[in-house]
């Protein structure tokens, strides 16, 4: 079996919040800089050395040449190509996403303006092709208005954190950007951010199972709630028994009660950081059963058969 191949995470991610560290670049050396376009052709033709050059100076710190090169010799064994996946600007850093030929190796990269790399993560994939070919048999919108980005979703761990566990696998994590970063102001209180307190509307017609209104909502970036990581939530079952959830919704804004009949596009809660969640924003899944822990996640049939990723753009009503 081939080994986990962990990385070289300089702009560390969390459960949604890339932190930037940009580092300056010693004078004259960005000359020698290869583009992101041309990054994964250089680290598949084993150019590490020329590569490392490229590292921010934190980076450097974190790993010796020596490392890097045997860890990109390692990971790109059997590998005949890359193909990018997606492109995404997140918070003053750009975003680069690569899958290998055969599906089963992912390359995430984060550059600054001037080429520098900040970030680097080599991680095989897994791949669940029986449940990634079933969907629901409803079909369903978003349950927010107007547009958000996918900060996580799609079938593989490279654009989809939850996709490896078997209940959240086909989750999707929104998020509201404007100029390139989801908050305005101080980072650690929720009202900066551009999607706490957005309407949550219901994605499809329904009956109200499951609710939760009393979890506080955490201090972005310094706390989340493990023992309650769905926060509060609304649980709906639809028809042919299925399940859509939404979760980390702001305290006390749930405005339905169990039993409760919704109809598409009915308001019935606002956004919040309640759970295990690190920054405001929508958790949206559907599952197999009422007790989404023990169920399973269900791929989301879309209305106009979208099917978005990470860094995708989406609308809700």
Same mark, same amino acid.
């Given at each position: 079996?081939?080994?986990?191949?962990?990385?070289?995470?300089?702009?560390?991610? %969390?459960?949604?919040?890339?932190?930037?560290? #940009?580092?300056?670049?010693?004078? !004259?050396? =960005?000359? /020698?800089? @290869?583009?992101?376009?041309?990054?994964?052709?250089?680290?598949?033709?084993?150019?590490?050395?020329?590569?490392?050059?490229?590292?921010?100076?934190?980076?450097?710190?974190?790993?010796?040449?020596?490392?890097?090169?045997?860890?990109?010799?390692?990971?790109?064994?059997?590998?005949?190509?890359?193909?990018?996946?997606?492109?995404?600007?997140?918070?003053?850093?750009?975003?680069?996403?690569?899958?290998?030929?055969?599906?089963?190796?992912?390359?995430?990269?984060?550059?600054?303006?001037?080429?520098?790399?900040?970030?680097?993560?080599?991680?095989?994939?897994?791949?669940?092709?029986?449940?990634?070919?079933?969907?629901?048999?409803? %079909?369903?919108?978003?349950?927010?208005?107007? #547009?958000?980005?996918?900060?996580? !979703?799609? =079938?593989? /761990?490279? @654009?989809?954190?939850?996709?490896?566990?078997?209940?959240?696998?086909?989750?999707?994590?929104?998020?509201?950007?404007?100029?390139?970063?989801?908050?305005?102001?101080?980072?650690?209180?929720?009202?900066?951010?551009?999607?706490?307190?957005?309407?949550?509307?219901?994605?499809?017609?329904?009956?109200?199972?499951?609710?939760?209104?009393?979890?506080?909502?955490?201090?972005?970036?310094?706390?989340?709630?493990?023992?309650?990581?769905?926060?509060?939530?609304?649980?709906?079952?639809?028809?042919?028994?299925?399940?859509?959830?939404?979760?980390?919704?702001?305290?006390?804004?749930?405005?339905?009660?169990?039993?409760?009949?919704?109809? %598409?596009?009915?308001?019935?809660?606002?956004?919040?950081?309640?759970?295990?969640?690190?920054?405001?924003?929508?958790?949206?899944?559907?599952?197999?059963?009422?007790?989404?822990?023990?169920?399973?996640?269900?791929?989301?049939?879309?209305?106009?058969?979208?099917?978005?990723?990470?860094?995708?753009?989406?609308?809700?009503?």
């Amino acid at each position: 079996m081939k080994k986990i191949i962990m990385l070289i995470i300089v702009v560390f991610l %969390t459960l949604l919040v890339a932190c930037n560290n #940009e580092e300056e670049s010693t004078e !004259g050396e =960005t000359d /020698e800089f @290869v583009s992101p376009e041309q990054f994964i052709d250089e680290f598949l033709e084993g150019e590490f050395e020329k590569l490392y050059k490229q590292l921010s100076d934190s980076f450097q710190q974190q790993v010796s040449l020596e490392e890097f090169e045997g860890l990109g010799q390692d990971f790109n064994e059997g590998v005949q190509s890359y193909e990018v996946m997606s492109v995404t600007p997140i918070r003053g850093l750009t975003e680069y996403q690569w899958i290998s030929n055969e599906g089963n190796q992912g390359i995430r990269g984060h550059f600054a303006d001037d080429d520098t790399i900040e970030g680097l993560q080599l991680t095989p994939l897994s791949t669940f092709p029986e449940s990634d070919d079933t969907y629901t048999e409803n %079909t369903y919108h978003m349950p927010v208005v107007g #547009e958000w980005l996918v900060f996580w !979703g799609g =079938t593989n /761990e490279l @654009v989809n954190y939850h996709y490896a566990s078997e209940v959240q696998r086909y989750a999707y994590d929104l998020l509201i950007y404007e100029n390139d970063s989801s908050f305005d102001g101080d980072p650690e209180d929720n009202e900066s951010y551009y999607a706490f307190g957005q309407d949550v509307v219901a994605p499809l017609d329904g009956t109200v199972v499951s609710i939760e209104n009393n979890i506080h909502d955490n201090t972005p970036g310094i706390e989340t709630n493990e023992e309650q990581p769905l926060g509060n939530h609304i649980i709906i079952e639809h028809d042919h028994n299925e399940y859509s959830v939404m979760g980390h919704l702001q305290e006390s804004s749930v405005q339905v009660s169990e039993g409760d009949e919704v109809n %598409t596009g009915d308001v019935i809660a606002a956004v919040g950081n309640s759970g295990n969640s690190s920054e405001p924003h929508m958790h949206f899944q559907v599952s197999d059963d009422l007790d989404w822990l023990e169920g399973s996640s269900i791929r989301i049939q879309l209305e106009n058969g979208e099917e978005p990723i990470r860094g995708d753009r989406v609308n809700g009503f």
